[in-house]
């Protein structure tokens, strides 16, 4: 398999693109009023076979990101699970959808009435099912596009003016694809689509719509590689977690269809840095990268959904402190 150029060190790789966004970046609005400094197609590249892509210029949260990919493995779209495993990444869109709903006035978001108010909402999500059922649900997103993607009726069965419609029946497109890798490894449609177009509006009323929306795998030289593009990307935050959680996915995904992890890699859309990103993104780049740690999967693990929390073991992490920033709603 070809060798391609990267920076050998997954933080490199990751702050060169970081420059590159901060010195030709376009200054750009965006959904959340926020602006942006923004760059369109982008590509990093991670060797799984040398290191573990976890950041290391800060402290990324490794079993946030594991909580989060066990329950997008499980099809579940409730919070629920995640505020329980103290899991707060998605808990700000549902809150402010529950605000919304409420008619209630909406405070500042990141503030101090905004803060005590998502404490208060993800406590009563965390230990109240009938509330959580009703206020911690965001629709068909990723859990439920990659195992339950709804299915249509064949061509014989559509109705004369209206087309396709669904037929009550789900794909599990991960149990899909790990059926390719295992039975024809040279496939080119190895892949797994969470950018349902029919879905789209639905997940946008108490989530987002996905923002990494497609990903594909490839098989050579007995190593299972992935790529993954994603249409929307918080650099600052959330990018190091996507780069984590799909490397995380490729590893497992290996593991499971005997094969060896290759290469993790993440190609990006609109590539960019919110304005109150800045400061603390230009923290990061001064920052001297460290060695990056080793992932070890610690049971002898052989279905994909088998996977447990206590399976994971993350070598020799030792970055620099976690620098905080707000999220943009």
């Known amino acids: ?40 197609g982008t590509q990093m590249r991670f060797d799984l076979q040398k ?9 990324v949260f490794f079993k946030m990101i594991a909580h989060e990919l066990l329950w997008f493995l499980n099809g579940s779209t409730n919070i629920q699970y995640l505020v329980q ?9 549902p809150y402010k959808a529950y605000l919304l709903k409420q008619g209630s006035a909406m405070p500042e978001i990141n503030g101090d009435e905004w803060n005590t108010g998502l404490k208060e909402f993800e406590d009563r999500i965390a230990t109240d099912p009938e509330f959580a059922r009703e206020h911690g649900e965001l629709g068909p997103v990723y859990g439920y ?13 559509q109705a004369t003016a209206g087309g396709p419609t669904p037929n009550g029946e789900h794909i599990d497109q991960i149990t899909n694809v790990i059926n390719q890798i295992k039975n024809n490894p040279n ?3 190895m892949i797994v689509s969470a950018w349902n177009v029919a879905d789209i509006d639905e997940m946008a009323k108490s989530g987002l719509p ?25 650099f600052f935050l959330g990018v190091p977690f996507n780069i984590a959680s799909y490397a995380l996915l490729v590893i497992m995904i290996a593991k499971v269809t005997g094969l060896e992890p290759g290469e993790f890699i993440w190609t990006g859309g609109d590539t960019h840095i ?56």
């Open 274 to 329: 919110y304005t109150n990103h800045f400061d603390q993104a230009r923290e990061q780049l001064a920052r001297e990268p460290k060695t990056p740690p080793q992932l070890r999967i610690t049971r002898d693990v052989k279905d994909i959904f088998d996977f447990k929390i206590e399976d994971f073991e993350v070598i020799d992490y030792d970055p620099h402190p976690y620098i905080k920033a707000p999220i943009a709603v």
């Open 187 to 189: 496939s080119r449609r």
């Open 210 to 234: 996905p923002c990494h929306c497609l990903f594909q795998f490839y098989v050579a030289d007995g190593k299972l590689s992935c790529q993954l593009y994603q249409r929307s990307c918080d």
């Open 85 to 93: 495993n103290n899991v707060h990444i998605w808990s700000e869109w």
């Open 1 to 40: 398999m070809k060798s391609y150029e990267y920076h050998e060190h997954p933080d490199l790789e990751y702050l060169s693109l970081m420059q590159q966004i901060l010195d030709h970046g376009e200054l750009k609005g965006d959904r959340t009023g926020t602006g942006t400094k923004s760059i369109f």
């Open 51 to 59: 290191h573990f892509p976890l950041l290391t210029t800060k402290k």
């Open 145 to 157: 596009q990659w195992r339950n993607w709804p299915a249509r009726q064949s061509p014989s069965h």
